[in-house]
């Protein structure tokens, strides 16, 4: 371990943290370009065989820009989108940006860090950064924003030059350290610790974005929100948003398991989408889709009596078609993502002659994500980690995500040497407690990179 890693761990003050040198290379989970081609006519992608985990050099820092110490990373789906160079591989991004020259040419390399979430400690600051410090405990933004570029200061995401850090640009969160734009952190809740942290910002933003902010389905009190996948990272947010705005969450899920965790996080109704007829792989036809969109309608009505307001669906192909169809007449069906396909097929009578809207949304600007980490800071939103991993097990806690089979959010060890750590307002934490902090981590629960749960594949 490196000097300026074994003072942070020690507990070093920021002055000691800025007199350690930072280290010229760290040990990161990363992708080689020369693999792009290596799963041509595999049918199974795994990502275990991309995914590497070694020492990559420390990039030039830019003067807006800090280096963070990651003590806790943790996985999202982009980084098997990464490791699966799908629907192209990431190293495409990467040219593009470094063909702007000056500090962009450095992500064109022959790796990619891969990781778009990370909790940690600023250990150096950029000459331009004006509101952190070395020593500051921070959250990680995946949103990078050109703050010169107009479009930035009335929605960030609108912006040309808006990217997803550690998938469309190098240096992610999945390693010992990182390189990000200072307007990318926010100041971690001190009642968690970093592994919980560390899984928050990316789909409890885009769920915020999708669902409360001014950008999205600006759900109200009593809105009944279906919500697809509702255990996922994305999904047992979404439950815990639409509870807090008085709303009525129907959760799908895809097997007993699953639906017994999403009561667990309180939500009203939840539905097994293989007792209405929606497992197996029979081809999604239009008359299947509306065939499949009365049955789960028939049944949101049994338990509800009326139609869902909203419809969030991040799973795609396999679903939109239903979100269209059983949404009520003038609803709203929000999408930010595609993990089954993205060539979406639905009937647009159902659309047009009822009025129904789509609305797409993708992660969230600043000012959203910095609503959705006060709500953490007060208790109001808890996290939702399922398994933890250390960062040299990076396939392993990847691949439980790529095949789905994990609940929430599975994070990943990066400095922090063993869990529990980094909590300093432990008043605020007894206050909330235990079990509403770790909702997905009770008896029974994914416990860790080779609990029971994994290995018997619990979908």
């Known amino acids: 371990m490196d000097s300026l890693a074994e003072a942070l761990l020690a507990g070093a003050d920021a002055e000691e943290l800025e007199r350690r040198e930072l280290p010229d290379e760290y040990l990161a989970a990363h992708l080689r370009a020369e693999d792009v081609g290596m799963f041509e006519g595999a049918e199974d992608k ?49 040219k593009r940006y470094g063909r702007q020259g000056g500090f962009a040419a450095r992500h064109d390399l022959p790796y990619q860090v891969v990781g778009s979430d990370a909790a940690g400690v ?26 010169q570029e107009p479009a930035t200061h009335a929605d960030a995401m609108l912006g040309t030059e808006q990217r997803i850090w550690g998938y469309e640009t190098n240096f992610g969160g999945l390693a010992h350290y990182t ?3 200072a307007s990318q952190l926010l100041p971690k809740p001190a009642h968690l610790t970093w592994e919980e942290a560390s899984g928050v910002l990316l789909t409890a933003a885009t769920s915020y974005r999708m669902l409360v902010g001014d950008n999205g389905a600006r759900i109200k009190q009593g809105d009944i929100v279906l919500i697809w996948g509702a255990t996922g990272g994305l999904g047992a947010f979404a439950v815990q948003m639409v509870k807090n705005a008085g709303g009525v969450p129907i959760g799908v899920v895809s097997s007993p398991r699953k639906a017994e965790v999403l009561r667990r996080l309180g939500c009203d109704v939840v539905i097994d989408r293989n007792e209405i007829g929606m497992g197996g792989d029979a081809p999604l036809t ?28 991040y799973i795609g192909r396999a679903t939109f078609g239903i979100s269209v169809f059983v949404v009520r007449k003038g609803g709203v069906v929000v999408t930010c993502g595609s993990s089954t396909g993205y060539d979406h097929h639905f009937d647009n009578r159902y659309l047009w002659m009822n009025l129904k809207r789509i609305v797409g949304s993708h992660a969230a600007n600043l000012q959203e994500q910095a609503e959705c980490n006060r709500l953490f800071r007060l208790g109001f939103l808890s996290p939702i980690v399922s398994a933890v991993y250390p960062l040299e097990q990076i396939g392993e806690a990847a691949r439980l995500v790529q095949q ?19 909590v300093t307002d432990p008043v605020m934490r007894a206050k909330i407690g235990e079990e509403r902090l770790n909702p997905l981590r009770g008896p029974g629960n994914f416990a860790g990179p080779l609990s029971s749960a994994v290995l018997e594949g619990v979908g």
């Open 46 to 94: 795994d990502v275990r065989r991309s995914l590497r985990f070694g020492t990559v050099a420390m990039p030039d820092l830019a003067p807006d820009e800090v280096v963070v110490a990651v003590m806790a990373s943790s996985i999202n789906y982009n980084t098997v989108w990464s490791a699966t160079f799908e629907p192209v591989p990431t190293f495409e991004f990467l």
């Open 122 to 147: 600023v250990v150096r600051v950029g000459a331009g950064v004006r509101r952190w410090r070395v020593g500051d405990h921070v959250v990680v933004s995946c949103v990078q924003v050109d703050e």
């Open 179 to 181: 390189v990000v734009r």
């Open 286 to 313: 239009p008359q299947r889709t509306v065939e499949l969109g009365k049955r789960l309608g028939r049944e949101i009505r049994r338990q509800v009596g009326e139609d869902p307001h909203v419809v969030f669906d």
């Open 404 to 422: 789905n089979r994990h609940i929430g959010k599975v994070g990943v060890l990066c400095l922090a040497p063993e869990e529990g750590l980094g």
